[in-house]
């Protein structure tokens, strides 16, 4: 018996997944370089925007609007303030 295994760049479902992954990078690297004269990251404007829309949030709260450990976010708005 010759059982032709389907290997999982095979399925369309994969397939797509890793075109959305890719067109994922793409963005960040576009927002990454278009943020760079502002001395920003994509992950502070991510604070800052969030920081913007819901004011006065606390850093537990942001954690887990930005899907992020407190750990990072507490790295982060040292960068800010500055």
């Known amino acids: 018996m010759n059982i032709k295994q389907e290997l999982p760049w095979d399925n369309p479902?994969?397939?797509n997944w890793v075109a959305v992954a890719r067109a994922c990078h793409v963005l960040e690297r576009t927002l990454a370089v278009k943020l760079a004269?502002?001395?920003l990251k994509p992950a502070q404007l991510d604070v800052l925007?969030?920081?913007y829309r819901h004011p006065g949030t606390s850093q537990h709260d942001?954690?887990?609007r930005l899907l992020v450990g407190r750990s990072n976010i507490t790295m982060l708005l040292p960068q800010l303030e500055t």
Do not use: E, I, K, W
């Open 62 to 64: 942001l954690a887990r």
């Open 13 to 15: 479902r994969f397939r």
């Open 49 to 51: 925007m969030n920081l």
């Open 37 to 39: 004269p502002l001395d």
